[in-house]
Nanobody
Framework: QVQLVESGGGLVQAGESLRLSCAASGRTFSNYAKGWFRQAPGKEREFVAAINWSGASTDYADSVQGRFTISRDNAKDTVYLQMNSLKPEDTAVYYC???????????????WGQGTQVTVSS
């Protein structure tokens, strides 16, 4: 089974930044399209950002466009989400996703990590 482990979540004040990491475990992940999704309490999981296998193509939800940046380091089989200018509305559990062959905004499918909590205080 594909194994993905998120880290880097925490509690920050509005306007501050966090960088999330998603590390592969158990197999090679460099050829997967990868993405980040989030789920707030009582709400469904929603798309945040995605990146193709090479890092040349990215996609962002309107709510994070211009504030978040997704990137990947294939040598480390790791994908990152740099989150700047955080808002209380960004509070959620953030999940890493890997799928083949293309990036997608669909909130299911592929493989998923366990999630990491991001809390933004006002």
């Amino acid at each position: 089974q594909v194994q993905l482990v998120e880290s880097g979540g925490g509690l920050v004040q509005a306007g501050e930044s966090l960088r999330l990491s998603c590390a592969a475990s158990g197999r090679t992940f460099s050829n997967y399209a990868k993405g980040w999704f989030r789920q707030a309490p009582g709400k469904e999981r929603e798309f945040v950002a995605a990146i193709n296998w090479s890092g040349a193509s990215t996609d962002y939800a309107d709510s994070v466009q211009g504030r978040f940046t997704i990137s990947r380091d294939n040598a480390k089989d790791t994908v990152y989400l740099q989150m700047n200018s955080l808002k209380p509305e960004d509070t959620a559990v953030y999940y890493c996703n890997a799928r083949t062959p293309f990036i997608s905004r669909a909130a299911d499918g592929g493989y998923w990590g366990q999630g990491t909590q991001v809390t933004v205080s006002s």
